[in-house]
């Protein structure tokens, strides 16, 4: 079974710019978290989608929104990139059903740079 | 809200010694309790998880944590540490009813010296 797939690994952006970050996770998981992990603030939930839906949202700026496809899928989107927003992009998605709740699965992460 | 804490930023043990990784949660009834590992670069690894029953749990990598109720701690042991364990180390609280809002704590930095 592949495993949780993001896109691009690692990217390089200037201050003002917008990027979107992709996830495909594992097949049959419906449920897509997005996190963004820096050395000062740890690991903080941005949000959640579940078919096609968010059902949670972590305390970030409107900058950061995301979206989730039919294929469960999912791609965030930040938006007048700043300095702070450099971080590693993780993705996690996970099975549904009350046994499969809350077990994530990463992936590898989208390293973005903003200069 | 739910919450972690590990107190320890940064732990250095020798090869083959014991490892005991410290975890507090906070959250109002019984919470799902998980460790994840991350290695340079890389994403989370789930090692183990606590949703109900018996309080020790056993993971991968011969790793073990139990869930002490009373003193809302999750500890994460392993009895004898190998140089490939070094990494850092989540620990994290979901809230039961299946919605994916999980909470990490900073981490904890294992180095591992021969």
């Known amino acids: 079974k592949a495993g949780v797939t993001q896109t691009p690994r690692y990217l390089i952006k200037t201050r003002g710019q917008q990027v979107t970050l992709s996830c495909s996770p594992i097949?049959?998981?419906?449920?897509v978290s997005w996190y963004q992990q820096t050395p000062g603030q740890g690991l903080q939930f941005l949000f959640e989608?579940?078919?096609?839906?968010?059902?949670n949202k972590g305390n970030f700026p409107g900058r950061f929104s995301g979206r989730q496809f039919s294929n469960s899928r999912s791609e965030m989107n930040v938006s007048t990139l700043e300095l702070g927003d450099s971080a590693l992009y993780l993705c996690?998605?996970?099975?549904?059903?009350?046994?499969?709740?809350?077990?994530?699965?990463f992936g590898a992460g989208s390293r973005l740079t903003v200069l | 809200a739910q919450s972690v804490t590990q107190p320890d930023i940064h732990i250095t043990v020798s090869e083959g010694a014991s490892l005991e990784l410290r975890c507090n949660y906070s959250y109002g009834a019984t919470p799902y309790l998980f460790w994840y590992v991350q290695s340079p670069g890389q994403g989370l690894q789930l090692l183990l998880k606590y949703f109900s029953g018996d309080t020790l749990v056993q993971g991968i990598k011969g790793f073990e944590a139990e869930f002490k109720r009373s003193q809302s701690s999750f500890n994460l042991r392993k009895p004898s540490v190998h140089w490939s364990d070094a990494a850092e180390y989540f620990c994290a609280v979901g809230a039961p009813g299946g919605y994916q809002k999980v909470t990490f704590g900073t981490g904890t930095k294992l180095q591992v010296i021969p």
């Open positions: 996690a998605s996970s099975p549904t059903g009350l046994s499969g709740a809350n077990v994530l699965t």
């Open positions: 097949s049959g998981h419906r449920s």
């Open positions: 989608y579940f078919s096609e839906t968010q059902r």
